[in-house]
């Protein structure tokens, strides 16, 4: 059974930083792509980065490009979050994701059926 445990989020002024991280079990880690999804309150969740299962290869949102980077680690089977220059419009639940499919890459095609193991989800709140 897989799990993804997200874990670094919480409340920061604007301009601040935070990293966000997602420890997953129950699969070879190494074989799937993973992305960080975000919820607004009333608004749908939204792919904004997605990294490759070798890290080799990295999407990130217009919203996000610049100011968040995605990274992971296979070693301790941990996907990365940093996330720098927060605005108040970032303020969203973040979710971890895993691809459902090893070996699987679609960049910026990727929709949120393509994803099969989620974790439960951690706030982040930016305040102006």
């Known amino acids: 059974q897989v799990q993804l445990v997200e874990s670094g989020g919480g409340l920061v002024q604007a301009g601040g930083s935070l990293r966000l991280s997602c420890a997953a079990s129950g699969l070879t880690f190494s074989n799937y792509a993973m992305g960080w999804f975000r919820q607004a309150p009333g608004k749908e969740r939204e792919l904004e980065a997605a990294i490759s299962w070798s890290g080799g290869r990295i999407y990130l949102t217009d919203s996000v490009k610049g100011r968040f980077t995605i990274t992971r680690d296979n070693a301790k089977n941990t996907v990365y979050l940093q996330m720098n220059s927060l605005k108040s419009e970032d303020t969203a639940v973040y979710y971890c994701?895993?691809?459902?499919?090893?070996?699987?890459?679609?960049?910026?095609?990727?929709?949120?059926?393509?994803?099969?193991?989620w974790g439960q989800g951690t706030q982040v709140t930016v305040s102006s």
């Open positions: 994701a895993a691809v459902a499919r090893p070996h699987v890459w679609s960049g910026s095609s990727f929709g949120r059926s393509d994803f099969g193991s």
